[in-house]
């Protein structure tokens, strides 16, 4: 399982753009980037997922360079409501050999 | 849809009381996991299963218990509660082990031992 490194917490206003990267070093070729988000007192839950490139969908966008060591989760105009703690896990689809281990994520505090 | 469901969803318990949390999926996932989260942390994994029949230890695994005896289920038990069990738990599931697979969580259990 890829070891990830993300920024234990971000403040930002409201109306911003917010990115945060998260570096994955050792990610395998057949690896995926995901990122999930978590409310307060509810569970985490599927935002987006990439391989390589940018992928875009009606809640953030993903980029990821070329070396794939690393991806940034941008949140276009964020709300009050953005505020949660923002997961990045790097693994395969399929089978794999590691359970899902979720790190301490990132936590986004959105201020008016 | 129910996806992953979770009861109960409060229980306080006593010291050295017993108590099963359940977990049911829907989504015929092979892939099953508990995880408990305590305030202002992140999620640690307790026990995990890849299949009926089959279940394995996560990173604090101790003074709980699992089985998986269908695809469906999967209970959580505490075999003696103690106060440093006070947690939120949340049961998930994926289609497979893999972390590139969508990771699906039930609305978490909140348990307080006193």
Redesign the interface.
């Known amino acids: 399982l890829a070891k990830t490194t993300q920024p234990i917490s971000m403040d930002s206003y409201e109306g911003q753009e917010v990115n945060i990267t998260c570096s994955h070093n050792n990610i395998a070729t057949n690896d995926y980037i995901t990122w999930y988000q978590q409310f307060p007192s509810q569970g985490p839950r599927f935002i987006i997922q990439g391989y390589k490139t940018k992928v875009t969908n009606e809640v953030a966008s993903l980029f990821i360079p070329a070396d794939r060591k690393s991806s940034t989760l941008s949140l276009p105009r964020v709300s009050l409501s953005d505020t949660a703690v923002y997961y990045c896990l790097v693994g395969p689809r399929g089978p794999g050999n590691t359970p899902l281990v979720f790190g301490k994520g990132t936590r986004l505090s959105v201020i008016a | 849809n129910a996806g992953v469901t979770q009861t109960p969803k409060f229980q306080v318990l006593k010291t050295g009381q017993s108590m099963t949390l359940q977990c049911a999926q829907d989504m015929n996932h092979e892939?099953m996991?508990w995880?408990r989260q305590d305030p202002g942390?992140?999620?640690r994994?307790i026990h995990?299963s890849v299949g009926a029949g089959i279940t394995?230890q996560?990173?604090v695994p101790n003074g709980y218990n699992v089985s998986r005896s269908t695809t469906e289920d999967f209970p959580l038990r505490l075999l003696s509660a103690a106060p440093s069990q006070t947690s939120?738990y949340?049961c998930?599931s994926?289609?497979?082990?893999?972390?590139?697979?969508?990771?699906?969580?039930?609305?978490?259990s909140w348990l307080t031992v006193v």
Do not use: K, P, Q, W
């Open positions: 892939y996991s995880y942390m992140g999620l994994l995990y394995d996560g990173e939120v949340f998930a994926s289609y497979a082990l893999g972390s590139g697979n969508t990771i699906y969580f039930g609305e978490g």
